[in-house]
């Protein structure tokens, strides 16, 4: 029997201590992952799912790990006791047990850091004492092992190998499974269940001290509380989520809205508006949506093939098909498609895969191509380089035209916006951009829709909009868009965004941060919490 230095106390010697030391090393590997792909559906709704949010999130795990293999080497030296390794364990399943019940306070005191700063402190505070204490497992674990195998090498090697293999496990059955059929807050609380079982586990099996099971308790006590989120603001309008869900792509929520006879309904997905309909109508409540109808239509009014990427509320799509234009649609994720039928009404038919992959399998052609997709706060990048603003070219008839909805601004910082236009011009001979925003002093910004086809420049009447309803909420700034594009100059610091090199996911910075400000002073935090 192996007996711990300086402590002379008898330690667990068997095959069963080895295999439960082995088992350790695996679910702590897996689950270090689990915490690290969560954690992306946690800052999400708040910081958008950008490239900063996952810098950070990966910054903390390294630095949480890195310190944490030096304390738990430190301490296993001096405490080698499998007693101290297993109440390390028990403590970190009790830190991930407080991530949903402490998100809502740390999101709010990191919010107004921005949106860099921002995701790095929250990601530390809630993340980071769990992934440090489970960075002490491994040391430890080598440390009681090479005492009982004497075989330092392999003793080391295996260990590591089998803790590498649960982490590969646990990030696949993170972003496989976990997220899209457990929830955010179900598996976290199921990582902290494993935790404290794990803990408890050794103490009652190995040390016989049994009643320390009573600490399986505290998971299910420690439940942040879940239910529908229904509440009344100041100005009378009563807000209601009625859906909420974490799918592969995104956290999908639908959001009632009632102010007197009014009531709206509108998609979001990681907090960002993705349609929104009067209820009573089914109108659109949103500009943008208009002018991607419109435009094109009238543009080409014997248009008779539509090819949509990204489904959202169904809006546009709809409306095509309304007038008897053919339209497919193209949308990755088959969450937001059973959304739009359940609660939007929508009933045709949608490709679920991504878009650049369909456009670039494709052979049909169509008479209008419309795209509305946002990842986080930005059109993802592979959609707006410049090879596939090529496919969608080789996707439309000669006289075929494509619009996108995109976010962004001309007035101010604008070298982005200037870039995923300058990059559209490589491919088409007439591109015309349409703000569909009011500047305001200080928020230059907006949604833009950008219309682009070849030969040569088309007009139409501005007044054909009448011919069609047009929501009361947004008649007024559709009309005044609609009397035509504005001026486009150059910009000298706008690029042309190729596969190669395309930074949309960096530049404007000011732009996302404002525009998650702006979600975060328009949305009810219950709403995003929920």
């Not at 903390?60 to 007693?83: E, I, K």
């Not at 009625?242 to 999908?252: A, E, K, L, T, W």
């Not at 949506?289 to 546009?316: D, E, N, R, W």
Request: net charge neutral; hydrophobic share 45%.
């Amino acid at each position: 029997m192996m007996r711990h230095a300086g402590a002379h106390m008898t330690l667990p010697s068997s095959r069963g201590f080895i295999a439960y030391l082995v088992a350790t090393a695996v679910i702590c590997g897996a689950l270090v992952m689990v915490i690290e792909v969560l954690g992306s559906r946690v800052i999400g709704p708040f910081f958008g799912v950008s490239l900063f949010v996952w810098t950070s999130l990966i910054t903390v795990t390294l630095v949480a790990l890195a310190a944490g293999y030096a304390a738990g080497g430190w301490l296993a030296d001096r405490r080698s006791s499998p007693d101290y390794l297993y109440g390390i364990i028990t403590a970190a399943g009790l830190a991930v047990l407080f991530v949903p019940l402490l998100k809502a306070v740390v999101l709010k005191a990191s919010v107004p850091l921005g949106l860099r700063l921002g995701t790095l402190v929250s990601a530390l505070l809630l993340f980071g004492p769990a992934l440090f204490l489970l960075g002490c497992v491994s040391p430890y674990v080598v440390k009681i092992a090479t005492r009982e195998l004497r075989n330092l090498g392999r003793t080391v090697g295996g260990f590591y190998a089998v803790s590498t293999v649960g982490s590969f496990v646990g990030t696949l059955a993170t972003g496989f499974f976990l997220i899209g059929h457990v929830g955010v807050n179900r598996t976290f609380m199921m990582t902290g269940l494993i935790l404290v079982a794990l803990g408890a586990g050794y103490f009652a099996l190995f040390r016989g001290k049994w009643p320390v099971l009573a600490l399986l308790a505290l998971p299910f006590l420690a439940q942040a509380p879940e239910g529908p989120v229904s509440k009344v603001r100041a100005d009378g309008t009563r807000v209601s989520l009625v859906y909420s869900r974490d799918s592969f792509y995104g956290n999908i929520k639908v959001v009632d809205y009632e102010y007197g006879a009014l009531r709206t309904r509108e998609m979001l997905i990681d907090g960002l508006v993705q349609g929104g309909v009067d209820a009573n109508t089914g109108l659109s409540v949103y500009e943008y949506a208009y002018l991607m109808q419109f435009i094109p239509y009238a543009m080409h009014p014997t248009g008779k093939s539509c090819l949509a990427i990204g489904l959202g509320a169904g809006t546009v799509v709809r409306w095509f098909e309304e007038r008897g234009v053919a339209t497919e649609v193209v949308d990755i994720d088959p969450e937001v498609v059973r959304v739009s039928r359940d609660y939007f009404g929508y009933r045709g038919s949608v490709h679920i895969e991504d878009a650049r992959y369909f456009l670039a399998k494709s052979e049909r052609k169509y008479d209008f191509l419309v795209m509305d997709v946002f990842n986080g706060d930005t059109t993802p990048g592979h959609l707006v380089s410049l090879e596939a603003v090529r496919l969608v070219r080789e996707r439309l008839t000669p006289g075929g035209v494509f619009a996108f909805n995109l976010h962004g601004s001309l007035e101010a910082d604008r070298a982005m916006t200037h870039s995923v236009i300058k990059t559209v011009r490589q491919v088409f001979s007439q591109v015309e951009v349409y703000p569909v925003y009011e500047p305001k002093p200080g928020e230059p910004y907006g949604n833009l829709v950008v219309i682009a086809y070849n030969g040569p420049k088309r007009s139409f009447d501005p007044a054909m909009a009448a011919r069609f309803p047009v929501h009361p909420l947004a008649a007024k700034l559709v009309h005044a868009s609609l009397t035509g594009p504005v001026p486009l100059g150059e910009d000298s610091r706008a690029i042309v965004l190729t596969d190669d090199f395309n930074p949309i996911d960096l530049r404007d910075l000011w732009l996302k941060e404002k525009v998650r400000r702006n979600i975060l002073e328009t949305t009810d935090w219950d709403v995003l919490l929920g």
